[in-house]
């Protein structure tokens, strides 16, 4: 028992241990955690104030360069500069709208009126109802013919639509009436050109009416640029007509179609004349734009001329009278949001702390609480075992006593009975001290290299005894000798064991086994029973000292739950192990498993 009450003691220290091992670095990873996140939240803080301060002074000198190309846009404007492709410039004054170059513009506001011979006018007239009728009576190649030649004629406007390009729509309404695909395609292509040519006679109705049929016929898109020049022409001329300018100004007008802007212009009026330059998003895009990118680029940041994009981007922007659009800047380096992540990464690796602590406690808290239990149903199977002899004892002694004339077969049963029990006694008082040498570690063997079959012999002879007077049958089997290195103490006790367990767990008048043979270089002993055998999830739990099978418990069958953890140890210090196979309600065969001796 001596060896029992550290685990006691253990026990009883359960509750400071789990303080110490949850509560303390529970407490001390809450601190670190709220002093992590305090910190993290200044460091957020102060990198925010960072980037805006990056942004603004990125977003200072976007706009200062962007002031000074359009100052120089002005200028080039009054020096009555070329403009490249995605360019015009215009003017109105006395004499009307005036754009340059004109081919870049899809249509005007006040298309410039195309006049033609009389002659050319009467005989277009009545090629255009010839034609209109050939091709209403089915005469297809006929009437594109009469409609080709209208486009030998200087050209003349119809109600505001050039003859030329009315000639070659009609052609096409033809050709895609009479399913001609590739003629049809081919006349799309000169019908575009025509317009592209005419640009400058064209009002905006007509031009949408022909560009629309033009590219489904051609199945691509009409440029858009000259569009977004042409809109941009249109404000001016509506601002200049309104007279919504100031008699001296400078000032702009922005293209904008579904929130996006399509075109510039830059304007300057006189009492007289509005001059200005007009450029498309391309253009900007391909000319004005690098220089200020590459501005932004310097400050970790990048830059959209328009309206700011919906969304938690952080960003600075800039909109001042003198300047056509916002000017935004976008954090391009990211770092803000990624240390914003940390808070997170610091409370999941926290609860993740917690839950392996509280795991491991709840562990070791039932673990103690097991072993508590275990040893509590070993003092009250100790104590049963204890009982069961000294009532037998107490039992004839006093009937030895108050019979003092029983006769001699009777007073021999009662000594007979009593030496039992002492046996009883003392063997339970020897297994006892066994264990608390084993547990102790005090325990010594001696090893000699001794035959098997004459240990297994010895034990079962003397055993066979005890147990045939209780109804049992001991079998030995061997096949020669089989020596092994051994303490004969500790062989016998081991083998005892298994014995005294075979017995308690099969029923009177069976027959138990036990073999000596050689297997795979070791040295078996089997016991083998026709008992009540163990269920497979009990069989490695019984080896562990304190524990009873649950079938042995409910049996009533007596016991203390330490001799297969004896057993088990005596075979470690051998350098073997023991074995099970066992059956539930079949029987069980226990196998001690020596290292052969070299
Ligand atoms: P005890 O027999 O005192 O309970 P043991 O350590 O010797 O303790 O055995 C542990 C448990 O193993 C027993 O309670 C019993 O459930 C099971 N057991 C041991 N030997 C046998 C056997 N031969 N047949 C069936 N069950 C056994």
Known sequence: MASVRPRWRHARIVVPLVFVLTVLPTAGLAWATWQLLTQDRGLVSRQRQDQMNRLNSASWLVVS????????????????????AGAISITIDREGLTVTPPDRVAFLPVPVP?????????????????????ADSGRADEALRVFSEMRSLRPYSIEGTPSWLAAR???????????????????????????RMMATHLNEVIYRTYAEDASRWMSSRSPQDAVSLSQAVGLLWQGWSSQRYGIEMTGHEVVWEDGDWKAVALLETTRDTLRAVVVTREFVDATWMPQLRSIARQYRATVVLGLPEAGNVPRSGQEAKDLPWPVVLYDASGSVQASGQRPLIVIGSFLTLIVVVAVAATWSIGRELAVARQQSNFVAAVSHEFRTPLTSLKHFVELLREQPSIEDARRRECYDAQARAVDRLSRLVESLLDFGRLEAGTQHHTFAALDCVALAQWVVDVFG?????AGYRIALSTSGSAIVNVDAEAFSRALWNLLDNAMKYSPPMSTIDVVVRAAHGNVCVDVVDRGIGVSPGESRDIFRRFHRGADARSRGIRGTGLGLAMVTEIMQAHGGRVDLESQPGQGSTFTLVFPAAA
Do not use: C, F
């Not at 360069?65 to 490249?84: C, F, H, N, Q, V």
């Not at 399913?179 to 395609?185: A, D, M, N, T, V």
């Open 114 to 134: 195309l006049l033609a011979a009389p002659d050319d006018a009467r005989r277009g007239a009545a090629l255009l109802s010839r034609g209109q009728d050939l």
């Open 169 to 195: 729509y009609k052609r096409g309404q033809i050709l895609e009436r009479t399913g001609r695909e590739r003629e049809l395609r081919e006349e799309a292509v000169s019908l575009a050109a025509d317009m």
């Open 465 to 469: 005894l005890h147990a045939a007077n």
């Open 65 to 84: 360069d962007l002031r000074t190309i359009l100052s120089e846009s002005r200028r080039d404007l009054a020096a009555g500069k070329a403009w490249p």
